[in-house]
Structure formats: C-alpha cells, structure tokens
C-alpha cells in the first residue's frame, strides 16, 4: 500500500504549549488529507479534512482556532494543537486518499500519542 | 450525516473456528465501505474493501458481503489464527467524484482468538 508517514510518534508536553504534528505522503501527491482523533479503547473520530491550498473544513464540535491545520504542498500537511490542556490527550492520526488500480482508498500515517501533563 | 454501527463489541473464537463482524450504516447514499485491523498503539490497516455496485469480496480467508437494501455489511474471517486478534472497523462513505470525503468509523470490535 502508499506510505503515508507521520511525526513524531510521540509527544509530551506541558500545558499551555502547542505541539505540531506531521503528515508526508511519501511516494504519492495528496490533495485530501484527514485528521483523525482516537481515545484510548474508542474508535477514530474525524476532526477535519485537510485540502492542499485551500482551508480545512472542520467537523462540527471541533475548534478550528485550537486545532491549525495547514496543507501547504501536495504531500503535507500539519496539525497544530495550540494551548494544549490535559483533555487534548489522545492519539492523533492523519489519512492520505490514494488512488489505486483506478479505485481510490484510505491509507493512515502511524499516528501521534499526544500525552500533555 | 452518516452513523455506524458495529457489533459485537468483543468476540472470542476459539483457534481455526470462523469470526463475523456485522455493520449496518444509515446514509444510503454511502458507497464505499472499508475494514480496518488495528493493533494495540499502531495504524489502522485496511484489510480489505467493497464498493457499492459489487454484493460480496474474498481475499483468501477474509471476506465481505454487503446489502445495500438491508444497508448493512460483514466481515467473515474463516481459519481464524492467533495473529488475527485486534481490533476490527468497519467504516463508510460516500465518494463524491473527487470530493473531500472523511471516513466514518464504526466503535470497533475487539477479535480474541483463543489458542
């Protein structure tokens, strides 16, 4: 399958601080990416969709002012956790679309454990 | 917008017996509908796929059906072995020729097989 890579695989931060979060298509163009939250023994929830030179649109009871997403080139896109708080905590994980054998599938990075005390 | 559900929560099969995951989803116009085997900390991994305009897909010992009328689909593991325990999505959406689509996951269901 397409590599979609994502950094770091962890973080622990402080609260009050912002963390960025890195996803690379690597040997593929990405114009949609998606941000995806996942608790601990819950499923992966949508946060936002992420299009390359253009906003992100963002799923309802998400803050797009706590969480920046940028997509500036064709195989990346970030995510921003600003003024982190406990309750931020979680595992972050960005999906690539990729079109194969003229069907297109979904494809997640490794995911990020974001841990902030 | 779009709801799954997916049942059991948790199953237990005992080694080489068959395992069958059930999904039902509520947006008709949904056609695309992946599965997803998650170990403990890492990526989903999509294990296999079916599309709208096809009733059922075999890939060796895992298979999917779907019914577009009953909006529902499964997963069937035959031979189950020890390495198939995790965590199983099912997930649905609807392609839109080009447009931004996001998956929607089922809760998931913890496979166990049993040795």
């Known amino acids: 399958g397409a590599v979609v890579s994502q950094h770091p695989s962890r973080v622990i931060c402080k609260s009050g601080t912002s963390v960025k979060i890195e996803c690379r298509s690597l040997?593929?163009?990405?114009?949609?990416m998606f941000w995806y939250r996942q608790f601990p023994k819950q499923s992966l929830m949508l946060m936002a969709t992420s299009n390359e030179g253009s906003k992100a649109t963002y799923e309802q009871g998400v803050e797009k002012d706590k969480f920046l997403i940028n997509h500036a080139s064709l195989t990346l896109s970030t995510l921003t956790v600003t003024s982190a708080h406990p309750e931020d905590s979680s595992f972050y994980i960005c999906?690539?679309?990729?079109?194969?054998?003229?069907?297109?599938?979904?494809?997640f990075g490794s995911g990020t454990q974001l841990s902030v005390l | 917008g779009e709801n799954v559900e997916q049942h059991p929560s948790t199953l237990s099969v005992q080694e080489g017996d068959s395992a069958v995951i059930k999904c039902t989803y509520s947006d008709s116009a949904s056609n695309y509908f992946p599965w997803y085997k998650q170990e403990l900390g890492k990526r989903p991994q999509l294990i296999i796929d079916?599309?709208?305009?096809?009733g059922e897909k075999k890939d060796q010992r895992i298979a999917v059906t779907l019914n577009k009328t009953a909006k529902h689909f499964s997963l069937h593991i035959t031979e189950t072995q020890p390495e198939d325990s995790a965590v199983y999505f099912c997930a649905a959406l609807m392609y839109s020729g080009g447009g931004a689509d996001g998956l929607t996951f089922g809760k998931g269901t913890h496979l166990i097989i049993q040795p």
């Open positions: 040997d593929f163009q990405a114009t949609t």
């Open positions: 079916i599309r709208s305009n096809v």
């Open positions: 999906s690539a679309r990729v079109l194969m054998r003229s069907n297109e599938k979904l494809f």
